[in-house]
């Protein structure tokens, strides 16, 4: 038996449907948005497509000051320190882009690629003002569409918020615009899901999964907080700030120098520990 008569009314089904649905002309973004996840419901698309397209229509009603790194938690480097202190806190901070000031965090003198460093690293002659880039400045009240289309027309990763006073306000990166539209973009502080919840880096520190429970970081690093409040250690963070901490936030626990290395609006993702000064967490202690 020929099988096409059933593709083809199978077909002209859903031809049928993106027909009525296109058709269904939005009178406003409230519409267009049902529309959309009418499609995803008839199976038109899928969520990860209706994500993305959402995402993308928030983007145009964002501005800059809504996902900007707020002034206090840029990390910085001072073009008047020593080259030796600024590799020091180049690796510390793991970033690979540092705005450069001259004498405050208003200076801003251009931008440090950290790759920059390795003139300096490998022994050769480096200037470290000549190895600035020029530093792209941007008011809080920029629509991240057009930032992002600036972005791409100028091929910066980074921009310099500055208040209406013309104070920096903050930083914004290509990446924190784009993960309005897709979500969180992983890096190289995201786990594996096979992963230990504790994983020792190159740098002695310790990447710890904040849904790590509290009893076993207490048993990783030989401290005593409580349960009380939160079951892992993501909450107990939560817990001291009292809200939701942004990406490179850092909190004292009980001794520990912690940093948030990923974070959303909605929670903590990975966190990263500065190993305690009592004797660090051996391989027994770092499994889930």
Known sequence: MDPSPKRSISNIGILERITALLLRE?????????????AFEHHLMDADALSIIEGALAVSDMAVRDIMVPRAQVDVINVNDPPEKIVAAVIAATHSRF???????????????????????????????????PAVFVP???RLNVLLREFRASRNHMAIVVDEYG????????????????????DEFDFDETEANIVADNSGRFRVKAATEIVDF????????????CDTIGGLVIHELGRLPKRNEIVTIAGLRIQVMRADSRRVHTLLVDPPKAPLPNDENTGA
């Open 99 to 133: 705005p450069a000031v001259g004498t405050s965090r208003d200076d801003v003198l251009g931008i440090l690629l950290a790759k920059d460093l390795l003139q300096f690293v490998a022994g050769k002659e480096f200037d470290l003002r000549d190895s600035l880039r």
């Open 26 to 38: 939005p009178k406003d973004r409230e519409q267009l948005t049902l529309i959309l996840r009418g």
């Open 167 to 186: 104070g920096v306000a903050g930083l914004v990166t290509i990446e924190d615009v784009l993960e309005q539209i897709v979500g969180e973009i992983e």
């Open 140 to 142: 809080e009240a920029k």
């Open 218 to 229: 207490n048993e990783a690093f030989k401290t005593e907080l409580s349960d009380e409040h």
